[in-house]
């Protein structure tokens, strides 16, 4: 799950360590340095590295790329076929995991809590401390740093347009408590600093809703296709049908009209702030 049940990043588990073992000897193979390989993938070093350590799933596109460029496609094909076995990942997540990595375009409009990429440390304990059932905290550290890594994305894809419509009760719900929110409030106006970042709040009152069906994610691919993605408890639908994405892009667009623009965002944030 993207926010409020589990991370993007996965722990290192012996089927992505092998898939890494198996890409780093190729590499090496190839005659390439990290540094030389990243270009010709079109990924950074630090991604290669995280792919090459087993913390990284590797998304469909990387591994048809590093199979042409190291001349390998059915030995990478192979490695990564079991990774979707994994015990406890679904297929579905593997996948979105990858499209959001490779996003040229990610929209987000969130009603149950802050998109997973806008939360402060401070927010993401808070919501794990009381995620039931329990979990541990060697658990808690392991995915806090994971979704705290997976930021990154923010500043690593300056070309990358990100887009944020959030429910105003969300931040009034406060959640973790008074010093939580305003930290969740100075992080949301530092983010929203960025240019390929906008953050709009959708206010309490607002006659004219179209998000009455719920969370919504969006991403665009390299090759400018639109792919949708919703969760629910536990479980989470990926959307490629052209007419389903085009219902969801509906959407999205009206609620940005129907949220506060960015100046009246922080205009609204700075207020709330003020208030705690």
Known sequence: M????????????DGLKSFGAVLKALREEAGLTQEEFAPQV?????????????????????IERAGVVLQAPRVLKAAARHLTRRQGLA??????????????SLYAYECRAIPGLLQPEAYIRAIFDRRLPPVTEEQVERETAARLERQQLLTQKPNTAFSFVIE???????????SVTRALIDHL???????????????????????????MYLAETPDNQWIGYTE??????????SKDVSV???????LRAQALDCRATVSLLEHMRGAL
């Open 2 to 13: 993207l926010d409020g049940v589990a991370s993007s990043e996965p722990e290192v588990s």
């Open 42 to 62: 079109r990924y950074s070093v630090h991604a290669v590295a995280k792919l090459e350590q087993g913390k990284r799933f590797p998304s469909v596109r990387f």
């Open 91 to 104: 297929s579905w997540f593997v996948q979105w995991a990858g499209i959001e990595e490779e996003a040229i």
């Open 168 to 178: 105003q009760a969300l931040l009034e719900r406060r959640v973790g408590g008074a």
């Open 189 to 215: 106006l530092e983010v929203g600093k960025l240019r390929n970042v906008e953050i709009q709040l959708m206010p309490l009152q607002q006659e004219d809703h179209a998000g009455v069906d719920g969370q």
């Open 232 to 241: 629910g408890q536990r479980s989470s639908t990926l959307i490629t049908a």
């Open 248 to 254: 969801l892009l509906q959407r999205y667009g009206k």
